[in-house]
């Protein structure tokens, strides 16, 4: 049956892309720790800039390689869905994982402790992530006013946290193609990772796109609100991969910070990228996703300030994804 293979079509684009980016953010991390940048800084801004590779591979190939009005809004709702999904499914998957941490004694608690550096950049996001929505104005001009806000920001955003000398990443998980060759430098065995992991990135990209454009038109649903719930599984999960292991450890700075950092860079730089390469025509999908971001990061904003994630975070994040989903399907 053709619903059959719409499925499969999705399930092999998402789970060849979710290899990719597993390959690349753990050759990526690895990197990050032999250069020994800070933990705030590599969780904030040059881990997220390079495993963000996933997402951006998959928007190019919506946009360049498949093309046309679908292939923009699908590019659309692969920018807008990383956010959307951190926000959302994220934090009650951490929590989940401390749970299992605490069980195991691996942690003495809950509660997610992080360090209340962590409030710039959710206060970056959160007062820049709703501009995305400016081209719904009769400005002239103003999606690319906007697309210049945003990278300015972003750069600021970059400065500041550079500066901030907070914690030293100690250990890394070792990359995955020494555990096949135990002999050799480290260097050629990161750039074979990068190169297979690109690769992968790309064939699975192409899938994925294809998937979802089947799948809209087959469900009726929004390419756009498609592409935010779908998208994300493939490529944010890889990257979460990290911050759940984090959040195992006990580590809940580093953890969250990865999480702001991709929310960071999907609020400033590729929206930007995004307002010069389309039309950026959104629909009442994107706009709620855009809402119930700002509700839960404001929520945690607060609790980032206290220096305490509490399980109303993971509640109430769980609950915007589900009024999406159910939105989503039902217009």
Known sequence: PLEVQIFLLLLSGIAITFLGGLLFTNAIEYVGHKARWTGSFTGAVVAPLFTSMPELIIFLVALYVYGGDIGEKIGVGTILGQPFMAATIIFPTMFLVALAGYLLKRRHDLVLEVERILVIPYIIFTVLYPLVLLPLLPIGYGKYAASAVLLLSYILYTGIMFRSKSMLISEAEEIYLKRVFRKGSWIPMVALQLTIAVALLIMGSRTLVSGIDDASKNLDVSPIALAILVTPLAAVLPESITAVI??????????????????????????????????????????????????????????????????????????????????????
């Open 246 to 331: 984090w959040t195992f450890r006990g580590k809940d700075t580093l953890a969250v910070a990865a999480m702001i950092g991709e929310k960071v860079l999907y609020s400033t730089f590729y929206p930007a990228i995004g307002l010069i390469l389309t039309e950026w025509e959104i629909d009442s999908h994107a706009i709620l996703s855009v809402i119930i971001v700002e509700i839960t990061s404001l929520i945690i904003l607060y609790h980032v300030w206290k220096g305490k994630l509490t399980l109303d975070v993971a509640a109430i994040g769980l609950g915007g994804y589900m009024v999406f989903a159910i939105y989503a399907f039902l217009y």
